[in-house]
């Protein structure tokens, strides 16, 4: 398993931007299907956006086509969440997390359990203000 970091999350206005970074630890990151995943008060996580880098898919909430945009460095050891046009429904603390194979996609995603990815970060707040 990998070991992930989050960073860049923060305070930010309604129709800002903030770009989080998660760090992997680990030889093969390079074959990992990544997600981003979040958590907002009262709410249950959800999966927010999945990238393979084997097959090249992607998979993003509704809510955040369009706004959101998920990468990776393989040379950095490193996946990106672009978020843009924020609003206050984006609140919450955001997860990385790892699987050492592809994403299935969307379900596993959608799921967002940890039997489907062993490997998450500690999470960054992101909160939006009106």
């Known amino acids: 398993q990998v070991q992930l970091g989050e960073s860049g999350g923060g305070l930010v206005q309604a129709g800002g931007s903030l770009r989080l970074s998660c760090a992997a630890s680990?030889?093969?990151?390079?074959?990992?299907?990544m997600g981003w995943f979040r958590r907002a008060p009262g709410k249950e996580r959800e999966g927010v956006s999945c990238?393979?880098?084997?097959?090249?898919?992607?998979y993003y909430l509704d809510s955040v086509k369009g706004r959101f945009t998920a990468s990776r460095d393989n040379a950095k050891n490193t996946v990106y969440l672009q978020m843009d046009n924020l609003s206050p429904d984006d609140t919450a603390i955001y997860y990385c997390?790892?699987?050492?194979?592809?994403?299935?996609?969307?379900?596993?995603?959608?799921?967002?359990?940890?039997?489907?990815?062993?490997?998450w970060g500690q999470g960054t707040q992101v909160t939006v203000s009106s």
């Open positions: 997390a790892a699987v050492d194979r592809v994403v299935r996609m969307p379900t596993e995603c959608q799921r967002s359990r940890e039997r489907d990815f062993p490997s």
């Open positions: 990238l393979n880098a084997n097959d090249g898919r992607t």
């Open positions: 680990g030889r093969t990151f390079s074959s990992y299907g």
